[in-house]
Each structure stands twice: as structure tokens, then as C-alpha cells.
């Protein structure tokens, strides 16, 4: 079988083709970062305008790097949330539009559903069951994975996500947009233990998250301190730091409670290489082990949605010809299958 995925949640236009003989033979990204840079954000209605302009191109690009054509794909598989409404509402028309046209089979795709399978995509995947650290702009989550399909929420943000507070306290210290490899760079020139940042919710039980804390204090500092670059590092270690050991903290208890010692991480914040660093250590001394998705595969893509997209039209899912997105979409509602 081979899948057609679109990406198009938020301000990434990703495409690819999934085979399940083969693997993943072509994917494409285009990043709007260059575009919301300017506004120190993403412009939800100028990354929709973007993803209409790329998505037809990028869907040609990719099927003739494959060496395939319209006839040669079994079944098309497109985010339908959570995200942007506008900018899912492209990949949506346009995949199950496609899927109609071409008179194959279609499916919506959970977008942190695709996160947690991306490092199925690899040479050596996990095996089920494990748990998943999902870190990216717009969720912290950390999820018990029985199967495909199968999930338990252990715990979530309560406000900011991790990378949330990665951009809005990188935009603080002057980094810009996206500012999260921009503020784990200036981390690596500061001084560990100059300003001690507070790990949230780690005082109590419990496997949700909060960083919406921790960001004031970021700010409290950043404004009671000078400006010098040092002085600048010396905070941006502080707060990695801070994120790093609460989603560490968090990941053990999740592994001790659950009996799991398998642990995935996705989503951006995975590629954040301290973050890496801090949960290869503690699979060592949990005696399991630790997947990321190759760094590609972090930030949005294509190739998640056409694999997870592939595992549910090989159980049988299809959609409607009526289509839907759905900016909100708690990953508790998805069933095995």
C-alpha cells in the first residue's frame, strides 16, 4: 500500500509517500518561518494563504521524486487536527478532494497522534507498549502508548506548553522567532547555577505540566538584571536547564508508575539536543531505552502523517466524502483501530 500524506496544521506544508513494502520513498517540506519571522509569530491567516499556494506543487515534487503517479497511490492521509482551522482546512479540502477524484480511500489524521509513531519511521523503532513525551509549540503531553490507537493520557500542560515558553522567552531575551535553537545555543555559552529557576509542579504528585511560572520568572529576571550577553547565556541556561529537569523528572515518574521502561520523545522540543541528552540519561539508569525521530521528523512533516495514515487505512478507516477539521482535538477521543 502506498499513502499520500499532508501536513498543513500550522505554518509547515509537508508531503510524502509512505509504501509498506518500502518505507518512506519521497517527502518535501516548506517552512513559513522566514515569512512569520517578521511578525515575531505565525499569522494564522497569511499561513493559510501560504499552504494553498504550496500544497498542489509540493504533492508533484514529491510523487515524481518517487517515481510514482496519481494511478500508483492506494490511499491519501491528511492532518485534520488539532491546529490552525484555516491552515488544516487546506490539507483537508485538499486531500479528501484528491482521494475522490482519484477514487481511493481517504483519512484523517491526528496530528500528536503522528508525533508519537514518527519514530516508528526509523531503522530501529520501539516496540509497543512505551511512553511518549510529546513537546511542541502547542502541547506538553506525556502519553502511555498500548498500540496504535490505543492511549492513555498520564499528563498534560495546564498552560504553556514547553516550546511555548521556549519562543516567548527567547522573543525576551532579543532571539526572535522561532527562538527555541536560538535560546538552547545562548544556554550553552552560560553558567550553570548563577540564577536557579523553579522545576513546576515537581514538588508534588502528579504528571501534569506548567510552565507558565516558570516563564515569569524568566521575565522577572531578564528585567531586574542587566543586559550583557553573559548575563543573557547565564539566563537561558537557567531556563533550559529548569524545562529539561521537570520533563526528566516527570518522564521517570511516568516510566516508575506505569512499569514501562521504554521511553519516546517528539514533537520540536525533541530535537532540542540538552533535552536528548537529559533522557538518554535517564534511560541508562531506568535500564530502558530512549527514540527520538531523526531531527527532521521532529517539527512537522509529512512522513508521520502518511505512516500513521497508512495504519488506519490498513485497519479499515475511511472517511466520508464530507470532510472536518478540528483546531481542538483531545487525543483521549481516538480509538484503537
Given at each position: 500500500m502506498r499513502?499520500?500524506?499532508?501536513?498543513?496544521s500550522c505554518d509547515e506544508t509537508g508531503i510524502a509517500v509512505y509504501d509498506t513494502d518500502h518505507g518512506l520513498l519521497a517527502h518535501a517540506l516548506h517552512s513559513q518561518v522566514d515569512m512569520h519571522s517578521v511578525y515575531g509569530g505565525v499569522v494564522p491567516e497569511l499561513?493559510?494563504?501560504?499552504?494553498?499556494?504550496r500544497v498542489i506543487p509540493l504533492i508533484k515534487a514529491v510523487l515524481q521524486e518517487?517515481?510514482?503517479?496519481?494511478?500508483?497511490?492506494?490511499?491519501?492521509?491528511?492532518?485534520a487536527g488539532p491546529g490552525l482551522i484555516g491552515a488544516l482546512l487546506v490539507g483537508v479540502?485538499?486531500?479528501?478532494?484528491?482521494?475522490?477524484?482519484?477514487?481511493?480511500?481517504?483519512?484523517?489524521?491526528?496530528?500528536?497522534?503522528?508525533?508519537?509513531?514518527?519514530?516508528?519511521?526509523?531503522?530501529?523503532?520501539?516496540?509497543?507498549?512505551?511512553?511518549?513525551?510529546?513537546?511542541?509549540?502547542?502541547?506538553?503531553?506525556?502519553?502511555?502508548v498500548n498500540q496504535p490507537g490505543d492511549y492513555v493520557m498520564?499528563?498534560?500542560?495546564?498552560?504553556?506548553?514547553?516550546?511555548e515558553a521556549f519562543d516567548k522567552t527567547a522573543k525576551l531575551l532579543g532571539l526572535g522567532y522561532p527562538g527555541g535553537p536560538a535560546l538552547s545555543a545562548l544556554a550553552e555559552k552560560g553558567k550553570p547555577g548563577r540564577f536557579e529557576f523553579p522545576r513546576p509542579m515537581t514538588d508534588r504528585p502528579g504528571l501534569d505540566f506548567s510552565f507558565s511560572g516558570l516563564k515569569t520568572c524568566a521575565v522577572n529576571t531578564i528585567n531586574r538584571e542587566n543586559n550583557a550577553?553573559?548575563?543573557?547565556?547565564?539566563?537561558?541556561?537557567?531556563?533550559?536547564?529548569a524545562v529539561v529537569d521537570t520533563l526528566v523528572i516527570k518522564c521517570r515518574r511516568a516510566m516508575e508508575e506505569t512499569g514501562i521502561n521504554t521511553l519516546i520523545a517528539a514533537g520540536g522540543v525533541s530535537a532540542n539536543h540538552q533535552l536528548r541528552e537529559g533522557l538518554h540519561k535517564l534511560a541508562r539508569e531506568m535500564g530502558g531505552q530512549v527514540y527520538f525521530p531523526r531531527p527532521e521528523f521532529c517539527t512537522d512533516n509529512g512522513a508521520m502523517i502518511a505512516y500513521a495514515g497508512c495504519l488506519k487505512l490498513q485497519a479499515g478507516a475511511a472517511e466520508p466524502l464530507s470532510f472536518y477539521a478540528r483546531p481542538r482535538w483531545p487525543m483521549p477521543e481516538l480509538s484503537p483501530g
Open positions: 499513502v499520500l500524506g499532508i501536513e498543513t499561513a493559510s494563504r501560504d499552504h494553498i499556494r518517487a517515481g510514482l503517479s496519481a494511478s500508483d497511490i492506494n490511499g491519501i492521509a491528511y492532518t479540502a485538499v486531500g479528501r478532494s484528491l482521494a475522490y477524484g482519484w477514487g481511493i480511500p481517504a483519512v484523517a489524521v491526528h496530528h500528536m497522534e503522528a508525533h508519537l509513531l514518527a519514530p516508528m519511521l526509523e531503522a530501529n523503532p520501539p516496540d509497543f507498549p512505551f511512553i511518549a513525551l510529546l513537546v511542541s509549540g502547542g502541547h506538553t503531553q506525556l502519553v502511555q498520564l499528563g498534560e500542560s495546564l498552560d504553556d506548553a514547553a516550546g550577553r553573559q548575563t543573557r547565556a547565564d539566563i537561558a541556561r537557567a531556563f533550559i536547564d
